[in-house]
């Protein structure tokens, strides 16, 4: 399986001069996990979403729900999935940015303080040759792969994820899958809790206002939020675009890591990496190609 493309799959990826690839300069020092420099964006997205939306749901819309539900809800979508999920996510996604994914080899016989040497083409063939990484200098498993983007061999290597800002191997793989899993489930519930709101404010909307905090508002179009400790009043325009934007944000997530999971679901049943999967896509449209170019002329006129 690991030599679906006839070649050596030991190698940088992407490998410079390949397949059109962009040439990408490798950093001088191998990076220990997610939290090595150069930070990357996209971690700060994640955990600026994450902080959003618990702040929002646990502050603003779960007090919404009406008197004889909030307990109820408290502790099924609080305590046992919306807060369980929520830590639970955040424990696995720390220890998978976190984590060293790197070869064993490496982690013991790398100095990661040194810097990595340039990758000399004209001296050998590809990065790793016989297990033995001409980067790291060491000897490395038979799925081991050198990323680029981390500058070190990484073992059962299955992509470089840029949310953790960490490779994913055999070492953080199970983490990182609960982490897309938990925050799936999790942002399916905000969106339950916020389509109840949605439907019941239409309906009765006094359903939503059964804190005790509310006796004290005479006006319907005054709401409160972060009950109840600090309740803060506002008019429903701005609870109806919270509302929106908060539900854009949980769909648009929701889409995104519900078909990351089912990707995942897909490559565990068939018994592949992500890597895998992208080389055998490669090999396969490359074969097309090629089959394509070998053609007599009336042919390719047909299949056009």
Known sequence: MMNICGMNQNRVLPEAKAN??????????????????PLHSFQGISWTTFLVMSIVTFGIFIPFLPTRWKYAAYVVSFVLV??????????VHLIATTIDPADTNVRLKKDYSEPV????RSKHAHVIQ?????????????KAKHCISCNKCVSGFDHHCKWLNNCVGSRNYRFFFCSVASAAVALLGVIVILLYIFIQYFIDPNELRTD????????????????????VPVKTPMVLFIWVVVL?????SFVLLGHLFLFHIYLIAKNLSTYDHMMRSRFQKN?????KKELPLWKKSSLS
């Open 248 to 252: 854009l944000l949980a769909i648009t």
């Open 130 to 142: 016989n297990q033995y990484c001409h980067l790291c200098e060491v000897t490395v498993s038979k």
């Open 287 to 291: 074969s097309r190609s090629a089959e």
């Open 20 to 37: 059109n690839v962009k040439k990408m300069i490798p950093c001088p020092l191998s990076r220990v996990n997610g939290w090595s420099p």
């Open 82 to 91: 919306m807060g369980g999920l929520s830590v639970f996510h955040l424990i």
């Open 117 to 120: 040497p340039t990758f000399d």
């Open 212 to 231: 005790p905090w509310y006796k004290e508002i005479s006006s319907e179009n005054i709401w409160l939020l972060f009950l109840p400790l600090w309740p």
